[in-house]
């Protein structure tokens, strides 16, 4: 199938689809980490590392994600460990953990499943709409 090559600033979509992507991850990552350094599972022992988790909450809410590069690139500033952290645990996650063929399994399901969803209505607005016409001329 041609994609026009400016559809994605010249990228392939398959190329814009993994940037978007390598932002998911670097945000699951976030989230894994922050998890970790909240001593989630660890009882009543509280943070495992308060100053980290505050810095990493902080970024997640007041730093944009954009570009997860550039995002990593100022954290990494900021608190090299955390960075560093958060770039193996995205690596890991995409190579080890993430479900692909789920994904592509949910993807196609889904977009199947919308597709049957707007037929159906649009299928439901055109007979309704056919027989307010037909209705229309008996009066």
Do not use: C
């Not at 789920?102 to 993807?107: D, Y």
């Not at 055109?126 to 027989?131: E, G, H, I, P």
């Amino acid at each position: 199938m041609y994609v026009p090559s400016d559809s994605f600033g010249g990228m392939s979509p398959e190329r814009r689809a993994a940037q978007s992507l390598a932002t998911f991850f670097t945000f699951v990552a976030a989230k894994v980490v922050m998890s970790q350094l909240e001593g989630i599972g660890r009882s009543d022992l509280g943070s495992y590392n308060a100053d980290a988790s505050n810095t990493l909450r902080r970024f997640l809410q007041n730093e944009p994600m954009k570009d997860s590069a550039d995002w990593l690139a100022r954290l990494t500033t900021e608190n090299e460990m955390l960075g560093i952290r958060i770039m193996e645990v995205r690596a890991a996650y995409a190579k080890e953990d993430f479900e692909w063929d789920n994904l592509k399994r949910l993807a196609i399901d889904g977009l199947a499943a919308d597709n049957t969803r707007l037929l159906r209505q649009h299928a439901n607005h055109r007979f309704t709409a056919m027989l307010d016409r037909a209705g229309g001329d008996e009066h």
